[in-house]
């Protein structure tokens, strides 16, 4: 179930060629409703809601691994393989969904921006100025830099697309479950604290790849990098999270976190990095760098060894 160099080449050029387009289903949906169904299945019975979200995050991993597993013993090689790789890998359509933001900041249609952001980030952006909507932005190309790139090619070269389609399982169910109110506190304690550990090492390798892209580029600066990473990640409520969006603001010279609003409720995040530079919809133009740079690198040193 392991993938060769050759395909894992292809797969990663056919992501930064198409992205995701609109008319292809993509399979990441799938997960999703079944996911929900999940849910509905294993919270119609008098289980404890912990036990239940255990039940339900096993089947969810498992039906979407055997799917995987299933697709690779039947279909020809290897273009089952590559067309997994494709279609887990986010490095092109977390570009465009950057770009759909920063293309009306540039032009200045604020309300545009606010819609575009609105649509990959959970926080309330109705009113979000210019350096609002920017730090969300970049914020969320940071983290999902990690999460749905570098974590995803972390686990295909560990264990092939199984692992890399069970990786992206895990994220998913965290992204509906894994939340800490009335609903979701005990039904998504399993999703939540199994996404933790699965992203616990690629957090930090993502990291390490901003490190050293910045450290080659100009304008960015390694040492600030490696600085706000060491000291402002770990104040995250996220046990990763901050590691790509502390080394980022320190690589950009620009400060993430700070106050957001989710459905009127305040919160209040620790600052990333320094505010040493402006932060506006040029900011994006190193964020794509890192972007692009961090997967090619993990690509090249996977090939490498």
């Given at each position: 179930m392991m993938v060769t160099l050759t395909q894992l080449a292809f797969g990663v050029a056919?992501?930064?060629?198409?992205g995701d387009p609109r008319w292809l289903?993509?399979?990441?949906?799938g997960v999703g409703n079944l996911a929900a169904w999940m849910e509905r299945v294993w919270r119609r019975g008098s289980l404890p809601l912990r036990v239940a979200g255990v039940g339900a995050w096993f089947g969810v991993v498992a039906l979407t691994c055997g799917v995987v597993w299933v697709s690779i013993r039947l279909l020809p090689e290897p273009f089952v393989q590559i067309y997994w790789i494709y279609s887990l890998l986010a490095v092109r359509s977390l570009d465009?969904?950057?770009?759909?933001?920063?293309?009306?900041?540039?032009d200045g249609n604020l309300l545009a921006a606010r819609e575009a952001v609105g649509r990959i980030v959970g926080r309330d952006v109705d009113a979000l100025d210019e350096r609002g909507v920017t730090r969300a932005m970049?914020?969320?190309?940071?983290?999902?830099?990690?999460?749905?790139?570098?974590?995803?090619?972390f686990w295909l070269v560990l264990g092939g697309p199984v692992a890399m389609a069970a990786y992206k399982a895990i994220n998913t169910m965290d992204s509906m479950f894994g939340h800490?109110?009335?609903?979701?506190?005990?039904?998504g304690w399993c999703a939540a604290r199994m996404d933790d550990l699965a992203n616990l090492i690629p957090a930090r390798l993502t990291a390490i790849l901003i490190w050293l892209i910045a450290a080659v580029w100009?304008?960015?600066?390694?040492?600030?990098?490696?600085r706000?990473?060491?000291?402002?990640?770990?104040?995250?409520?996220?046990?990763?999270s901050g590691y790509p969006e502390a080394a980022a603001a320190g690589a950009l010279g620009v400060q993430l976190g700070g106050v957001n609003y989710y459905r009127g409720t305040r919160s209040e995040k620790a600052f990333l990095g320094e505010d040493l530079r402006p932060l506006n919809w040029r900011t994006y133009r190193g964020m794509q760098v890192l972007l692009y740079g961090s997967a090619l690198l993990f690509v090249g040193v996977a090939v490498w060894l």
């Open positions: 056919t992501d930064l060629l198409l289903p993509h399979p990441i949906a465009d969904h950057a770009m759909a933001v920063v293309r009306p900041l540039r970049v914020e969320t190309v940071a983290e999902n830099l990690s999460d749905g790139v570098i974590a995803p090619l800490k109110n009335e609903r979701y506190l005990e039904f100009p304008g960015m600066s390694f040492l600030q990098s490696v706000s990473t060491r000291r402002d990640a770990h104040r995250q409520p996220s046990p990763n």
